[in-house]
């Protein structure tokens, strides 16, 4: 078994939303720590998990912990990890440096559990334009939101007619915020 340490970020997906498929985040804690996780740090509610753990192919580590969170908590967690140092990256080079910020502006970042490729050709924009994918960096889709046009774009539906269901999506914001955990750890 390889002993290199790795640091990853994983995204669930549906955890704590409405009411339904309830984790506490000190339980998620316990069970990644019981899988032989290290410095286990969740960030907000919505399964975002910083850890170490072994170097491995990040598709078993998905799998394996998709495996365990259902078994402990008795419903299917979607679970897709990414190796911290993307989210580093990220950072450092600011895919949404040329974005104009204002109140009504939200960046995304869509996590795909299998790369795949688009029936459009990007940059893309909605037809209503409140929406536009900006670029698609392996299994990652950077977009952009405006609220003043739209606050629940069709066009999240079209990027999961066109990739699938096995994504799940991040505001820009969460991403900084690993990043800076990131930092500390």
């Known amino acids: 078994m390889n002993s290199k340490k790795e640091k990853y970020v994983a995204f669930l997906r549906g955890i704590n939303v409405g009411g339904h498929h309830k984790v506490p985040m000190a339980e998620l804690r316990k069970e990644l720590e019981k899988m032989n996780f290290e410095n286990v740090i969740t960030l907000l509610n919505s399964g975002n998990i910083l850890f170490d753990g072994n170097a491995d192919d990040l598709e ?5 912990m998709a495996a365990h969170l ?14 911290a140092e993307m989210i580093n990256r990220w950072l450092e080079d600011d ?3 040329e974005v104009i910020l204002t109140k009504d502006i939200r960046l995304y970042v869509t996590f795909l559990k299998e790369d795949k490729e688009f029936d459009f050709q990007l940059p893309w924009t ?20 405006d609220l003043t046009i739209s606050k629940t774009p069709k066009a999240m539906l079209i990027l999961e007619k066109s990739v699938g269901k096995d994504i799940t999506t991040r505001n820009w914001n969460t991403i900084i915020r690993l990043g800076k955990k990131l930092a500390d750890k």
Do not use: M, V, W
């Not at 259902?70 to 190796?83: L, V, Y």
């Not at 909605?126 to 939101?145: M, P």
């Open 126 to 145: 909605s037809e209503d334009q409140s929406y536009k994918i900006i670029s698609k960096q392996e299994k990652n889709i950077l977009s952009i939101l």
């Open 60 to 64: 078993h580590i998905e799998k394996k």
């Open 95 to 97: 895919p949404f440096k």
């Open 70 to 83: 259902e078994r402990a908590f008795g419903f299917p967690i979607p679970t897709i990890i990414r190796k």
